[in-house]
């Protein structure tokens, strides 16, 4: 059965642009269905307020993450910044986790199953240093590698693996970037030694590219460092049909490995073209509460809300950008009411 005491949680939303209140409306509406409290106290990101407040606008963001622990962000337009690199700063971000699975009920050139988790780090790779001209006709850049972050996305990883009953694939260039690279695999393997049940092994990235395409179910958890997670996350939801329908979580951990600070966010744009239009799809933020949800322990409530959403998606019970007819409000509505529905046979 489902939990019917009324845990409560206190998460920081952080608002953005173009379609964050809408996505927030679902978010409140389902919140108010589920079988736990949620306490939300609410930060605008939105671009004209970051340009009015400037730094004192992410100094109380973070402060209140870091005090609460929990976040839950919407998308925000970089104009001067990118608030989510600002936030993966301070924050002291040290993993993004992206999961990718294909959903039923959405179109797509693939025609394999895929069920994947990436595991990026969050920071260094060739993402730290935009690097210098010398001269007129060359350029260089320095690429980072820090054991620190290398062992806390490994760590993630092999944890989430032994949960699943599944493996982890480590991947890299470690062949050519054997000092940079070559750390980060050499971290992976002394994590891997305290998971001795987790089944583990290592693919250049070029060769797990081709390979997740050719065959998708040899591919369960991925560990990688920061910019290889970024190409493989964009082309993992590429192959199941949209990069806007996916939510993603960014965390920090104290020096024991302890998580700190857990941020979920939906994938995509803030889609400014339809915002206020009662047109935008909630799907990945509704996933993004969901891994909250599980995050916190309130794992049936996770799952039962992600059911939901795949029956609804399958049904085509669902907003226009994926085959159905529902406005956002309708099929907010539709997946409050199979929640509650589920709820109450529990």
């Not at 065959?215 to 958890?221: G, I, L, N, T």
Request: net charge neutral; glycine share 8%; charged share 20%.
């Amino acid at each position: 059965m489902l939990a019917t005491a009324m845990n409560t949680y206190h998460v920081v939303e952080l608002l953005g642009d173009g379609i964050s209140a809408e996505l927030s409306r679902s978010v409140h509406a389902l919140a108010a269905a589920l079988p736990c409290r949620l306490e939300f106290t609410q930060v605008d990101l939105s671009e004209p307020n970051r340009r009015a407040r400037g730094a004192a606008l992410y100094d109380e963001a973070v402060a209140l993450l870091k005090r609460h622990g929990l976040g839950l962000k919407y998308p925000t337009a970089t104009t001067a910044e990118s608030p989510n690199q600002v936030l993966r700063d301070l924050c002291d971000f040290a993993l993004i986790h992206r999961p990718v699975a294909t959903l039923p009920g959405i179109e797509n050139n693939f025609k394999k199953t895929i069920d994947i988790d990436v595991v990026r780090i969050a920071t260094g790779g060739t993402y730290e240093d935009a690097g210098r001209r010398i001269g007129s006709e060359c350029a260089v850049s320095v690429r980072v590698i820090e054991r620190r972050t290398s062992a806390h996305a490994a760590r993630f990883a092999f944890q989430l693996a032994a949960r699943q009953g599944r493996g982890v694939v480590s991947t890299s260039k470690w062949t050519i970037q054997k000092a940079t690279d070559g750390l980060f695999e050499e971290v992976v393997d002394e994590v891997r030694a305290q998971f001795p049940g987790v089944p583990h092994r290592r693919e250049l990235f070029d060769s797990l590219l081709a390979g997740l395409i050719m065959k998708p179910e040899r591919y369960a958890v991925i560990v990688c460092p920061n910019e290889y997670g970024d190409f493989l996350s964009d082309q993992a939801c590429g192959l199941i049909g949209s990069i806007g329908l996916g939510d993603s979580a960014s965390y920090a951990f104290d020096e024991t490995g302890r998580v700190t600070v857990a941020l979920f966010d939906p994938a995509g744009g803030t889609a400014p073209d339809i915002a206020g239009k009662d047109l935008c799809n909630p799907t990945a933020a509704l996933l993004a509460l969901g891994n909250l949800l599980r995050h916190t322990g309130e794992t049936q409530a996770a799952q039962g809300l992600r059911a939901v959403l795949l029956q609804c998606l399958a049904e085509r019970c669902s907003t226009r950008d994926v085959g159905g007819t529902l406005g956002t409000s309708a099929f907010t509505a539709e997946v409050v009411r199979r929640f509650q529905a589920l709820l109450a046979r529990a």
